[in-house]
Every structure is written in structure tokens, then in C-alpha cells.
């Protein structure tokens, strides 16, 4: 019922620039926080960035400064923009959302499929 799509993941040197986006759709009745998660190969799924529905942000130490989670609750969308990229951003991001289908029912979480950042010379 409720599908978030993520886009704007691939390569990108050292230093560079990178943004993701990640869309909700479906039977949505309000969205609570949204956030990005990666996971690295052989590393556990860690917290990017978490923005509530009052726009309120909260970042990881190794992100705070070079990354910034924004949305656009009219298009129930969540970005992340990130810069001076360093070879250890590389993992997989995940976009997540707790999301209320209807008034009377609890949140759900969602996750994203998933896009690659790799971040490499």
C-alpha cells in the first residue's frame, strides 16, 4: 500500500556532491519522521539523518556539517544533500518513514529498496 522510492544514488569522487531523494506513495494518511539509513559491506545499518514532520533534523557524528536532510511534506518527500563526500560515505542508503495510513491506525515503518553512493578515484 505505502511505497518509498529512492533516486539520485552513483559515483562520484572525493569531494564531490551527491543528492538523494526518496518519495512516498500509497494510502498515507501523515507522515511522522522520515530518515536515511547506509550500511556498508560488513558493517551493521547505521543512522544518517532523521528529519521529523516539523522539519526538526538530527545527523550522525561522522555526517553532521556535510550533510543536510530536508523534505517537502506537500509532495511527502525526503532529500538528503551531501557534500565533501569521502570514500567512507560508501554504502547502501536507505530511505524510512513512519507513516499513518489512516487517523485511527498506529504508525507503520517503511523502508526503500536501497540506492548505492559509492564514493571513489
Known amino acids: 500500500q505505502v511505497h518509498l522510492v529512492e533516486s539520485g544514488g552513483g559515483l562520484v569522487q572525493p569531494g564531490g556532491s551527491l543528492s538523494l531523494s526518496c518519495a512516498a506513495s500509497g494510502i498515507i494518511f501523515s507522515i511522522n519522521a522520515m530518515g536515511w539509513y547506509r550500511q556498508a559491506p560488513g558493517k551493521q545499518r547505521e543512522l544518517v539523518a532523521v528529519i521529523t514532520s516539523g522539519s526538526s533534523s538530527n545527523y550522525a557524528a561522522s555526517v553532521k556539517g556535510r550533510f543536510t536532510i530536508s523534505r517537502d511534506n506537500a509532495k511527502n518527500t525526503v532529500y538528503l544533500q551531501m557534500n565533501s563526500l569521502k570514500p567512507e560515505d560508501t554504502a547502501v542508503y536507505y530511505c524510512?518513514?513512519?507513516?499513518?495510513?489512516?487517523?485511527?491506525?498506529?504508525?507503520?515503518?517503511?523502508w526503500g529498496q536501497g540506492t548505492q553512493v559509492t564514493v571513489s578515484s
Open positions: 524510512n518513514a513512519r507513516i499513518r495510513p489512516y487517523s485511527n491506525w498506529r504508525e507503520y515503518i517503511y
